[in-house]
T-cell receptor, first 112, second 114 residues
Framework: DTGVSQNPRHKITKRGQNVTFRCDPI?????LYWYRQTLGQGPEFLTY????????KSRLLSDRFSAERPKGSFSTLEIQRTEQGDSAMYLC??????????FGNGTRLTVT | AQSVTQLDSQVPVFEEAPVELRCNYS??????LFWYVQYPNQGLQLLLK??????LVKGINGFEAEFNKSQTSFHLRKPSVHISDTAEYFC????????????FGSGTKLNVKP
């Protein structure tokens, strides 16, 4: 169990640029989640995959956000035309069926 | 939908004192409950979970929590805290039916003073 890995740890970008984050879940986990956490708040659900299928998306996930999980392994979260309001910690978590979530250390995005 | 309320945004406490972090939830369906801890610049780590059975659950680092269905609460307790317990604590809930979305509270920052 090497844990959930997220890259990069930090990303600073200028408004209007596109960014992509990567998450490598625990290898045998079939479920993968993306959450967003802003200062002073708990994690907010963004989207969820079971294997390669994206089963649920939050209304928080605007058209500028897209997530993929090809072949049911790693996942990417892309934000197009970033805005200052996108600045947050993006957390990835994985689980095996109905086990509790295992979180990565997150990617902190700063949009200037 | 489910929701979680953590009324205390910050809890200061002296080392070796007992502490209770409060969590209340609302849900129209049966739920499972969790407590996670987050250290600075890190992800969340599971402390303990309530799925079924005994309403008093024990977790890592000497923490325990009690599920109270009538009061819809799941308060976290530790009889004697250490400096190393300084962190942010999140209560979370998910539906028992499909376990596919976790709802988190806004967190409680525990500040243990020497």
């Amino acid at each position: 169990d090497t844990g959930v890995s997220q890259n990069p740890r930090h990303k600073i970008t200028k408004r209007g640029q596109n960014v992509t984050f990567r998450c490598d879940p625990i290898s045998e986990h079939n479920r993968l989640y993306w959450y967003r956490q802003t200062l002073g708040q708990g994690p907010e659900f963004l989207t969820y995959f079971q294997n390669e299928a994206q089963l649920e998306k939050s209304r928080l996930l605007s058209d500028r956000f897209s997530a993929e999980r090809p072949k049911g392994s790693f996942s990417t979260l892309e934000i197009q035309r970033t805005e200052q309001g996108d600045s947050a910690m993006y957390l990835c978590a994985s689980s095996l069926d109905t086990s509790p979530l295992h979180f990565g250390n997150g990617t902190r995005l700063t949009v200037t | 939908a489910q929701s979680v309320t953590q009324l205390d945004s910050q809890v200061p406490v002296f080392e070796e004192a007992p502490v209770e972090l409060r969590c209340n939830y609302s849900s129209s369906v049966s739920v499972y409950l969790f407590w996670y801890v987050q250290y600075p610049n890190q992800g969340l780590q599971l402390l303990l979970k309530y799925l079924s059975g005994s309403t008093l659950v024990k977790g890592i680092n000497g923490f325990e929590a009690e599920f109270n269905k009538s009061q819809t609460s799941f308060h976290l307790r530790k009889p004697s805290v250490h400096i190393s317990d300084t962190a942010e604590y999140f209560c979370a809930v998910t539906r028992t039916l499909n376990f596919n979305k976790f709802y988190f509270g806004s967190g409680t920052k525990l500040n243990v003073k020497p």
